[in-house]
């Protein structure tokens, strides 16, 4: 899920490089099969592909969602989300990449 802010870009810290692309990870599948994808995402190979199924058909929609709180921790900054609930999401706590280490 794509994530357009300017206001999110504007948390940095000494160390940490801004991500350029802003998202949300819905469903993490890293270029692997599904069998392999369900344990990552604690689903079953049939949620899974149920999931990435119903993500597919939500391509190109606009989704509103919250910013909770923003986080920083040594290696990165982070913006917790509150998603819709029509939304599917594999993730129990989604959340914005601000900024990562540069190592």
């Known amino acids: 899920l794509a994530v357009e802010s300017n206001e999110l870009r504007c948390f940095h810290a000494p160390g940490l490089?801004?991500?350029?692309q802003l998202h949300v990870t819905l469903l993490y599948l890293g270029g692997r099969s599904a069998a392999k994808?369900?344990?990552l995402n604690d689903?079953?190979?049939?949620?899974?592909e149920l999931m990435s199924q119903a993500l597919q058909e939500m391509k190109?929609?606009?989704?509103y969602f919250d910013?909770?709180?923003?986080l920083q921790h040594a290696d990165m900054i982070l913006a917790e989300?509150?998603?819709?609930e029509s939304l599917p999401c594999a993730k129990a706590?989604?959340?914005?990449?601000?900024?990562?280490?540069?190592?």
């Open 17 to 20: 490089v801004p991500v350029e």
């Open 37 to 39: 994808a369900a344990p």
């Open 43 to 48: 689903l079953s190979v049939e949620d899974l």
């Open 60 to 63: 190109g929609m606009e989704v």
């Open 67 to 70: 910013v909770t709180r923003v």
């Open 81 to 84: 989300v509150a998603l819709p």
């Open 93 to 103: 706590n989604p959340h914005v990449t601000l900024c990562r280490s540069e190592h």
